[in-house]
């Protein structure tokens, strides 16, 4: 069976394509803006959502087992998306120094227009007390992940020298927990075993 | 100050360039299998004498901060080093199936020949109960990681596909506990703050 990643993400392909496992790119092309608007729970429910959405969407229009997914970055119990631009993403940093904040990803398996399977994960990430002169450097260096990341960061990269304690799984703070999904895979015949 | 990394491991490397910090690769040349033969000691502290040994061999030869590392794999007690050939390291899989090994780092950095500072990882990792099936799949697509690898895999790679859980910090498991050496290149002034 064809499984089928219904996001752009260069990291969740990184992650399937390193770890041996083929499948097919199709954007799911939801509008995000609109479930994010009207959603009032948590962040962890509205990655769930976003994943869902994603995965249905697709799953809908093609043959094949649609993976979606999403992250929720929360800190002090509010949601935060992708930063607006770069000025915002490093206030964001700026702010979360000294504490702690919160990757939620939800992740979605769907065919023929039906959720089959969910996975929701949670990584906890500190920033450690960096020095406004770290943040410009920073601020110059980390390019676009400081607007098409969850967080402003990718902690595969110079991200890291963000953080003094991180507690979670890698693949999640990357978006994509990969050790469960092998084994959901797994079950439905997509890998061997 | 440079950083030195006496190492020839291309998993190391990439862990330092991929957080943007600035090296230059010694490698140690010590005779590692000496040191080993004439290890009666347990695989963590087998590691670290041979993470002080690369360390310090390079640090008395040259300036700067140089690093040493190194990992053995424990299991049942027993210290692991890499399998001689393929045939070997797909036997230690097959029989690692359904059960837990460790793998035991040691990080050292040191100059002018005198050792700054120690640190010992820990991991554990479960091998799923793999089919034979599967084991000769992944013989032929695992290709050199089977015996340039302590276990067999590159965990990041296709190497996650033997796993049903993994405990430990992802950086310690590819060979550099990043997060812990990030922390003491920034008290020794190689990073900034």
């Known amino acids: 069976m064809t499984l089928v990643?219904?996001?752009?993400?260069?990291s969740r392909r990184a992650i399937l394509e390193?770890?041996?496992?083929?499948f097919e790119v199709d954007p799911a092309g939801v509008y995000e803006a609109a479930i994010k608007r009207r959603f009032t729970g948590?962040?962890?429910?509205?990655?769930?959502?976003?994943?869902?959405?994603?995965?249905?969407?697709?799953?809908?229009?093609?043959?094949?087992?649609?993976?979606?997914?999403?992250?929720?970055?929360?800190?002090?119990?509010?949601?935060?998306d992708k930063a607006p631009d770069a000025d915002t993403a490093i206030a964001?940093?700026?702010?979360?120094?000294?504490?702690?904040?919160?990757?939620?990803?939800?992740?979605?398996?769907?065919?023929?227009?039906e959720i089959l399977w969910r996975y929701r994960s949670?990584?906890?990430?500190?920033?450690?007390?960096?020095?406004d002169a770290f943040l410009e450097r920073y601020r110059g260096e980390a390019g676009a992940f400081l607007t098409t990341t969850v967080g402003?960061?990718?902690f595969e990269g110079l991200g890291a020298q963000l953080f003094d304690r991180v507690e979670g799984d890698f693949f999640a703070i990357l978006?994509?927990?990969?050790?469960?999904?092998l084994e959901f895979l797994r079950q439905q015949g997509v890998l061997d075993t």
Chains 1, 2 share one sequence.
């Not at 994943?51 to 800190?75: I, T, Y």
């Not at 949670?122 to 020095?131: G, K, Q, T």
């Open 152 to 154: 402003g960061y990718a």
């Open 18 to 22: 390193g770890a041996g496992v083929a």
């Open 42 to 80: 948590e962040a962890s429910a509205l990655a769930q959502a976003l994943a869902d959405a994603k995965a249905l969407a697709v799953s809908g229009r093609r043959e094949g087992l649609v993976l979606g997914a999403d992250q929720v970055l929360e800190f002090d119990g509010e949601a935060y």
């Open 122 to 131: 949670s990584c906890a990430l500190r920033v450690r007390p960096v020095s």
């Open 92 to 113: 964001r940093l700026r702010a979360w120094r000294g504490q702690t904040h919160y990757l939620r990803g939800g992740l979605t398996a769907a065919r023929g227009g």
């Open 175 to 181: 978006g994509l927990p990969l050790l469960p999904l």
């Open 5 to 10: 990643l219904a996001s752009v993400s260069s």
